[in-house]
């Protein structure tokens, strides 16, 4: 009997499947033989960068200075021929090459080309500050250059012996300010009803919901922490360059006449006013920095090498300690999310797991939790602070580094640590709670669609967006919010040692920066990563420790490709330019934060009963 013949739609669909199949196949190897070919062509390369023997370490900062790398899909990574180094930069690979070089007797100088930082935030920029301070006892000179400096990259310029810029360059620093888009009137416009719900009487996360401009509460709670940063940044310029205070200050809010006074001529106007010490043009940069450092490489360009290398190199050259004694080290950066997150959002099981490591690694004596939040679901913070407590039961040391902030959830998840450790404008506290349920019946009604139904309970659909919320729900809400903020409350009292009524005096959703902080209780010790790292060795009574990173395990091709990426002769492959600018899109990368960093949290709104502890206002500048 004959076999009969599958249908058009079959035989189509299989053809299809067999399509895919094949395209599937060819793309791997395509990927496998491009690897192959870069590990061929990077390895066979002579460039493979050395220390020189007399040069500069050059810190070439780019993109945004983090705690963690973004997660960056290793395929995206190869075949765009990019990696997240190149728009963001690791804080403590900084520091870290800066120390090593310090006593590195090959290194007689220090070079920091800031053209391509696009953003900063003074919190690390002052962890950057202190390592220069100490690389600085060596009687190496620092040396800062740039075509144009912007207000985080003046900072970190002013903190070198030496500024010099393009004779068509300047500095602009504007201060500090916050500025957000409130949508009540858009919200009447359209009849969507934002119902918030929120203790504390600063707590504004939910105000351009409910306001179309910002409440005195708001305003005087944000101008005393925006003022303490400015402080603490105007201090660090004038210190370094010998200026005073009121210069600095008079430099920017009459910069106008004072650019008027110098015929439009901003480098004259900055070197007027002692910011930098130089003008040159890159060629006259170059031989004086051939001259300071006293070498040329074979481009006639002053012997250097990138940090990023030199970092690689140190870390091959630098022997092993022959101890199992370990002080772990945990990053938690980003919006605190439910659940299994990647890196770069701190997620309730995923960073609980890698805590739990922590406690269940017998080498690991003690913890640092380095925590670069404004916080987001509570439930996840709750998840976080349990695991954090279970460490503790074990014996186990566990320090707290704050970063740029460390509010909110963020903090939440920090109270309990034995120590605290924040950089003077560190943003923290914001202890508050707040819950928002967004309703369109007014809006489907305007377009003649209206909702009806049954249900069996007296709150059945009294959630959905389509129907008006109902009083009794309101209320159940509102009680909720007030049992989590107490809720709040005790896990500040019980982790900091305080009076509950001490708390809520310092509470209420109010912003404290670092040097505050320690003030009233918040925080311990002032000072960066590294200063925690020993203290954490120091309360596990450890004389000799090795640091390990506890991070979420990538999988062997993930780990390839990031490697390859990374390597010193693929970055060697692509060149490091000695002088230069970004494309001007990634200048616009540090004005777009608090846009990405507010749809960030929005988009992560995932808390299972939607209640946030999170500090909308802490954009740290």
């Known amino acids: 009997m004959e076999e009969k013949r599958p249908g058009i739609i079959r035989r189509s669909f299989g053809k299809l499947m067999s399509f895919i199949t094949w395209l599937r196949l060819v793309l791997v190897n395509l990927v496998f033989v491009l690897i192959v070919v870069l590990l061929f062509v990077a390895f066979s390369s002579n460039k493979l960068p050395v220390v020189p023997k007399s040069g500069a370490l050059i810190l070439n900062l780019t993109g945004s200075l983090v705690d963690q790398l973004s997660f960056s899909d290793p395929l995206t990574l190869l075949m765009s021929g990019t990696s997240s180094q190149r728009q963001e930069t690791l804080l403590k690979d900084v520091t870290d090459a800066i120390k090593y070089a310090k006593d590195d007797k090959r290194i007689n100088s220090l070079v920091l080309r800031l053209d391509n930082l696009s953003y900063g935030g003074i919190s690390k920029m002052q962890e950057i500050g202190a390592a220069l301070d100490d690389f600085r006892t060596s009687k190496k000179k620092i040396i800062a ?31 500090y300010g916050l500025y957000r888009n409130y949508y009540k009137k858009a919200l009447d416009k359209l009849e969507i009803n934002v119902h918030v719900f929120r203790v504390g009487e600063f707590k504004s996360a939910m105000e351009p919901f409910m306001r179309t401009d910002m409440s005195e509460e708001a305003r005087e709670s944000n101008l005393i922490w925006l003022r303490s940063l400015w402080s603490e940044y105007v201090k660090g310029v004038s210190v370094r360059r010998s200026v005073s205070g009121a210069d600095i200050e008079n430099y920017v809010n009459n910069f106008d006449s004072i650019l008027r006074k110098h015929e439009g001529d901003n480098a004259q106007a900055a070197m007027a006013a002692d910011l930098v010490d130089g003008v040159k043009n890159r060629d006259e940069m170059n031989a004086y920095l051939k001259n300071v450092v006293g070498a040329a490489d074979e481009n006639d360009l002053y012997a250097g090498i990138d940090f990023r290398q030199y970092l690689w190199l140190k870390k091959i050259e630098l022997p092993q300690l022959n101890t199992p004694k370990t002080v772990g080290v945990i990053v938690a950066a980003g919006n605190i999310v439910d659940g299994e997150q990647p890196v770069g959002v701190i997620g309730g099981d995923s960073l609980a797991n890698l805590i739990r490591q922590a406690r269940k690694d017998g080498s690991i004596k003690s913890v640092v939790l380095r925590v670069d939040s404004g916080g987001g679901s509570m439930f996840a913070s709750e998840i976080i602070r349990r695991e954090l407590e279970l460490l503790k039961k074990s014996g186990k040391p566990l320090v707290v580094s704050m970063g740029s902030m460390a509010a909110s959830g963020g903090y939440w998840i920090s109270a309990l640590a034995d120590e605290i450790w924040a950089t003077p404008t560190t943003l923290t506290g914001s202890i508050g709670i707040f819950a928002a349920v967004p309703t369109i019946d007014q809006t489907l009604g305007k377009l003649g669609i209206t909702t009806d139904g049954v249900g069996t309970t007296a709150t059945a659909g009294s959630l959905r967006i389509d129907r008006p919320l109902a009083a009794a729900t309101e209320r159940t809400i509102q009680t909720s919010i007030e049992f989590g903020y107490q ?103 540090r004005f777009l934060i608090p846009l990405t960093d507010g749809l960030g949290f929005i988009n992560t709104m995932n808390d299972p009963h939607n209640v946030y502890l999170h500090c909308t206002a802490c954009i740290a500048p």
């Open 145 to 175: 250059i740039g075509d144009h400096f912007n207000q985080d990259q003046y900072w970190l310029a002013a903190q070198a012996d030496e500024v010099y810029i393009h004779p068509l360059g300047g500095v602009s620093i504007e201060g």
């Open 487 to 589: 809720q709040f409350i005790s896990v500040v009292a019980d982790g900091r040692n305080l009076a509950k009524d001490e708390v809520e005096k310092i509470a209420g959703g109010r912003v404290w920066t670092g040097n505050d902080a320690m003030g009233i209780g918040l925080v311990d010790k002032l000072g960066g990563f590294n200063e925690a790292i020993v203290a954490a060795a120091s309360l596990a009574k450890l004389d000799a420790y090795r640091v390990k990173l506890i991070e979420q395990p990538k999988s062997p091709q993930e780990q390839l490709i990031q490697e390859l990426m990374s390597s010193v002769w693929v970055k060697q492959l692509i060149g490091e330019r000695r002088f230069g600018n970004t494309a001007i899109l990634d200048q616009f990368q």
